[in-house]
């Protein structure tokens, strides 16, 4: 038996949104440029799609642009608009603790000839208002700060932001991709100009984002090519992918408050276990983190050994990022909040989706505490500290 606790990194499709994604694998695979009805047929789910995603965000349906996945999202939002507004300036802000697809943009986004200012979190991941009030210069064109991280699960004060920036008429982005369905968003309620968000993590398929571009925005595109996705995100659509995620958000966001409260007593049902075990330190705002979003350090001990323990026993966790699953480096973001490179390495991250159980729940929290105390005592730092 498997038990998957690794909702942050993908989700399993739902069964639902496989069915309704599985004609237009098959006998309606029309390309949605083409005139005839088999392509009619195909640009009509697609505008449909785009009327899902809308309403999930109160958006324009107008608004919505399709593109292959989060990542992909965040590059368009960051370079578009970076390109798009040089003139105006070049200064963007940033958080320390975006996902690697917004540091990295913006790494490579300095190299040409852009500045980045990236904002410090206080010791539970979350920016300070006052430090984005003082960043902001004459030259500041965008600010892009992640609705909730993807490791530690923290909340950040989106509308606050929001409001600066419109004061500021400084242009705001947002990494929501763990967020949509999570949480209720309202991309007018919060001024937001751009977000992002990908369709696998809220159990729709691989392959499929969007971004969100708010009615007026001034943005280059990434890609170049044909006159899909009103000539701003050329490329033949992924029919397929887009009706699922149109299927997949549509489900999702159905009645997130019912599902974050179920979700919030498996995470704590979850820290209350797991805090029992000596030299545990929870990472993350106590309160303001996604309802499903567990991350712990285990002191004096390694979080891969501790995985590879768990998959033994048909556990399914994660250290941190999927993204960067293969680097030996430590989580920049539990560094970012302050924990030493050696309690770092010790990091485990458990994320929850509707389908897990409480009973699930009681399996991990009676198997890990053996494993953290048999990795100790072949721990050498363990060893030296008692």
């Known amino acids: 038996m ?3 606790f690794d909702n942050a990194a993908t989700t399993k499709i739902n069964t639902k949104v496989l069915e309704e994604m599985m004609p237009y694998l098959t006998e309606k695979y029309g390309n949605a440029s083409s005139i005839y009805s088999l392509g009619r047929e195909s640009r009509k789910a697609i505008d449909t799609a785009r009327d899902k995603v809308a309403k999930a965000l ?8 399709f593109t292959n996945s989060g990542t992909e999202s965040d590059n368009w939002a960051l370079k578009g608009i970076a390109y798009a507004n040089k003139e105006k300036g070049k200064h963007i802000i940033t958080s320390n603790i975006e996902h690697h697809a917004i540091l990295h943009t913006c790494k490579y986004l300095e190299k040409q000839g852009f500045e980045v200012t990236y904002l410090p979190v206080n010791e539970n991941g979350i920016v300070n208002i006052e430090d984005l009030k003082n960043a902001i210069r004459e030259d500041t064109i965008l600010i892009s700060v992640m609705f909730a991280n993807n490791e530690i699960g923290t909340i950040q004060p989106i509308k606050e932001i929001g409001e600066i920036a419109k004061e500021k008429d400084i242009y705001f982005h947002t990494d929501a991709v763990q967020a949509v369905g999570n949480v209720e968003i309202d991309v007018k309620d919060l001024n937001i100009d751009l977000l992002s968000l990908s369709a696998h993590k809220l159990n729709g398929p691989k ?3 969007v971004l969100y571009i708010k009615d007026g925005v001034k943005i280059d595109n990434l890609l170049h090519g044909g006159s899909q996705e009103k000539t701003r995100r050329p490329s033949t659509e992924n029919v397929a992918g887009i009706v699922g995620l149109g299927m997949a958000i549509e489900i999702a966001t159905e009645n997130i408050p019912q599902k974050a409260e179920y979700l919030k007593s498996l995470r704590q049902k979850t820290i209350d276990g797991l805090l029992q075990i000596p030299d545990t330190i929870l990472n993350g705002d106590p309160e303001k983190r996604l309802p499903g979003n567990v991350n712990v350090c285990f002191k004096y001990i390694e979080g891969e050994s501790i995985l590879l323990m768990l998959d033994q026993l048909g556990i399914c966790a994660s250290s941190g990022s999927a993204c960067t699953s293969g680097s030996l480096e430590p989580s920049h973001v539990l560094l970012a909040i302050g924990r030493p490179h050696e309690i770092a390495h010790g990091s485990l991250r458990l994320s929850f989706s509707k389908d897990n159980t409480e009973e699930e729940v009681d399996f991990l929290l009676e198997k890990l505490p053996p494993i953290i105390e048999r990795l100790r ?6 060893n030296s500290s008692k």
């Open 2 to 4: 498997t038990y998957y």
């Open 58 to 65: 109160n958006a324009e349906s107008k608004e919505i642009y």
């Open 207 to 209: 392959g499929i984002g």
């Open 377 to 382: 005592k072949m721990s050498p730092l363990y």
